[in-house]
């Protein structure tokens, strides 16, 4: 991740904060939001499991069963096998496109792209009144049908989803990142129908008893700033998206969501069906819950729909978090946004660095220092990361060689935290050398600047990076504090370093970037 995307992804984040309200929504799971689309699907394949042998579990491979434990959300006890994982990918993937769930910036050009729009049963620009209801719900019909259709082409002769059919699609990890993984076909692509499917309850109007869309809402002329609702349109509204709010409205949403998604598994999984029939079945799934129903406009108030009195957002329900994880996440974020600005900043940091060392450098007394032999000494460090969260501590000998030069040997432990999936893992161990500059500025009081560099080995268990693989560490605090409590006993702080440990380089490389804040303590140099 680039320090430049590290701080508009903290802006974006921030920005979130300032205006987000606690929802449960038809959002995909993240740290900051429940996951509608995952309970919804979860409760349909659970249901069509029952009757349905097609609908079986498929055994993960080991390195398959690595990438299913870094998912970013829980996936129940029940539904730890690769096809459940695959068709849970499939339906996050219409929000996310192998995006992080918390990258709101990044989800913000994801639900406002136009081309997409039949993917959440939404408007696209062009759709406006008086057909633009019936023009966006007969897009998001037919994207239903033709994608269930493709997972279809997945079944082998039996009518079984074919292990070995497998579908490239981007996938967001906690801690490896994005990779791209080829996951059985068919669930990835009836997930993605999936998706569309369940979004018709949230996204449009609907009829009394729920069953037909009157009204298509619209979330991409309201990103741009640009709706007229006479023209375009109802806006989006996050208050519809709330699956679990308890009101019979939405209650009722839920509730044909997961019979509808249970119907689409049904009508492509029976194996008692030809190709032909199964097309037959999956129309007529799109027909009961999607037909639309004419009559409603701005000027009889779209039917004076109940859902009027819904509020509306400047955010779009599908993607973007509603509810916070705890209250101090506010004041992280806003830490991670001031380090971030300040990598994106590194030239700039960089000269400024180099102008306070040379301040204090020059304004030291030579009288106030006396040389000094060779001390040997300990070191205890504890680091902590924003970007991406982790915590370190390490332990270490100390040598001076002069009083302006510190040589280090380090060993690390260091845990990481995925934000999205909320879990920590043992990340890495790391070895190395650090090479310690001073600038004493007083008796008591140095400036001071490290660079490390050694090996370090994978200890979490990750897709595509088993534990055991081997690399290297690099780290660097371009300016730090050292302040002399006795005569042997320093205190350190690092504010703002960067530290990478570079777990696995052949293939493709993963490394876990960490941008660090450390506070230490020496003692007998």
Not at 1 to 26: E, H, Q, Y
Request: proline share 6%; hydrophobic share 45%; net charge negative.
């Amino acid at each position: 991740m680039s320090p430049a995307a590290i701080a508009r992804a903290c802006a974006a984040v921030l920005m979130l904060l300032a205006v987000a309200t606690p929802a449960r929504a038809f959002t995909v799971s993240s740290a900051f939001s429940d996951g509608c689309h995952e309970s919804i699907t979860e409760a349909a394949l659970r249901s069509a499991r029952v009757t349905l042998p097609p609908a079986a579990t498929i055994p993960p491979t080991e390195n398959e069963r690595r990438l299913v434990a870094d998912l970013p959300f829980v996936l129940p006890s029940d539904m730890q096998d690769l096809a459940s994982a695959s068709v849970l990918v499939g339906v996050r993937d219409n929000d996310l496109k192998g995006n992080a769930p918390s990258a709101v910036d990044e989800m913000a050009l994801v639900t406002a792209d136009p081309d997409q729009q039949q993917e959440h049963c939404l408007r696209a620009p062009g759709d406006d009144e008086p057909d633009g209801s019936a023009n966006a719900v007969a897009r998001c019909a037919k994207f239903v049908q033709q994608r269930a259709m493709a997972a279809v082409e997945a079944l082998d002769a039996a009518g079984f989803p074919d292990p070995n059919v497998r579908e490239p699609i981007a996938v967001y990890l906690s801690f490896r990142g994005t990779v791209t993984a080829t996951l059985p076909a068919f669930w990835v692509r009836i997930g993605q129908a999936l998706h569309a499917l369940q979004d018709s309850f949230a996204h449009t109007y609907r009829t009394a008893d729920g069953m037909h869309p009157t009204v298509a809402l619209n979330w991409v002329d309201l990103a741009n700033e640009k709706l007229v609702e006479s023209r375009d349109g109802p806006p989006h509204k996050v208050d519809l998206d709330r699956c679990n709010a308890g009101d019979a409205l939405r209650s009722r949403n839920e509730a044909l969501a997961i019979e509808a998604s249970t119907a689409l598994l049904r009508a492509v999984l029976d194996p008692s069906r030809s190709v032909d029939q199964k097309s037959a079945a999956v129309g007529a799934v799109v027909a009961e819950y999607m037909s639309y129903s004419p009559g409603c406009d701005y000027a009889n108030q779209w039917c004076d729909a109940p859902e009027n009195a819904f509020a509306q957002t400047n955010f779009c329900g599908c993607s973007v978090p509603g509810r916070l994880a705890a209250p101090g996440v506010g004041l992280a974020l806003l830490a991670l946004a001031v380090v971030a600005a300040a990598a994106r900043k590194r030239r700039w940091m960089a000269g400024a660095v180099g102008a306070l060392v040379l301040l204090f450098a020059s304004t030291a007394r030579a009288d106030d220092h006396e040389e000094r032999g060779p001390r040997f000494g300990f070191a205890a460090n504890v680091a902590g990361s924003f970007v991406d969260p982790a915590l370190a501590g390490s332990v270490g000998l100390r040598m001076t060689a002069g009083q302006h030069f510190i040589l280090g040997l380090d060993a690390e432990l260091n845990g990481w935290y995925g934000l999205d999936g909320s879990r920590w893992v043992l990340g890495a161990t790391s070895f190395y050398a650090s090479g310690i500059v001073r600038y004493p500025v007083r008796r008591d009081l140095a400036l001071r600047t490290t660079l490390s560099f050694g090996g370090a080995i994978e200890l979490a268990d990750l897709y595509g990076v088993p534990a055991g693989s081997s690399g290297f560490f690099a780290g660097v605090y371009p300016l730090g504090v050292e302040w002399r409590l006795t005569e042997r006993v320093a205190l350190i702080l690092n504010p703002l370093g960067f530290a990478i440990p570079v777990t696995h380089i052949t293939g493709a490389p993963f490394g876990y970037p960490q941008f660090r804040t450390q506070i230490g303590i020496e003692l007998g140099i």
